[in-house]
């Protein structure tokens, strides 16, 4: 039992500072914080994760890829939000693709939007770049690995350069790359 005025004055001191740190641990937010709570359609968000890494493995337990980025917001109905992201893909335990762009859609029938900035490299086995290219959306198919730009696309390979509208490629194969339309290729020998 508290008496006296120094006790009571003592007890409101403590609950004034827990309810100050509280407060501060559970209304500091950052700015960007801020925005992705207000984008879209107003509906809250389920789960937000800071500084993701994913590593996925095949049937033989030998690592398929890797997602990294700097967050993930997940939301109930609407597709989840990943700020930076970055995606590697192995073959024979070597990368053999890397995809990023500034922000990814993921939807719940395991397809990713990428958007705006996408840049990619597709590798050799032995690590070297064998094809780059660039463009503002890209489209992934985890289910056909099948990658689809519906845009612009800017390619170098090897001396080779090029721009598209519109390109496909299957992941699964040797990287077969399929250009839609408005091709225009350079190649520059040195």
């Given at each position: ?140 198919s985890r289910s056909d690995k099948q990658l689809n730009a519906p845009g ?15 390109m496909s490629i299957d992941l699964a194969s040797p990287h077969e790359v ?13």
């Amino acid at each position: 039992m508290l008496n006296g005025s120094f006790s009571a004055r003592r007890l409101l001191g403590l609950l004034v500072l827990t309810a100050v740190a509280v407060g501060i641990t559970y209304f500091r937010q950052s700015t960007e914080d801020v925005a992705l709570l207000k984008s879209g359609d107003d509906q809250p968000q389920k789960a937000y994760l800071l500084g993701v890494r994913l590593s996925q493995y095949d049937r033989k337990g030998l690592l398929s890829n890797r997602t990294e980025a700097d967050s993930l917001t997940l939301y109930p109905n609407r597709p989840s939000v990943l700020l930076n992201p970055v995606f590697i893909g192995y073959r024979q335990l070597q990368p053999n693709w890397q995809v990023k762009s500034e922000q990814g859609l993921l939807y719940a029938n395991d397809r990713l939007r990428l958007k705006p900035n996408v840049a990619a490299e597709l590798y050799r086995i032995e690590g070297s770049t064998a094809i780059d290219f660039f463009t503002d959306e890209l489209v992934f198919s985890r289910s056909d690995k099948q990658l689809n730009a519906p845009g612009l696309v800017h390619f170098r390979s090897n001396g080779l350069v090029a721009k598209s509208r519109g390109m496909s490629i299957d992941l699964a194969s040797p990287h077969e790359v399929h250009l839609k339309s408005d091709v225009n290729v350079v190649y520059a020998t040195h």
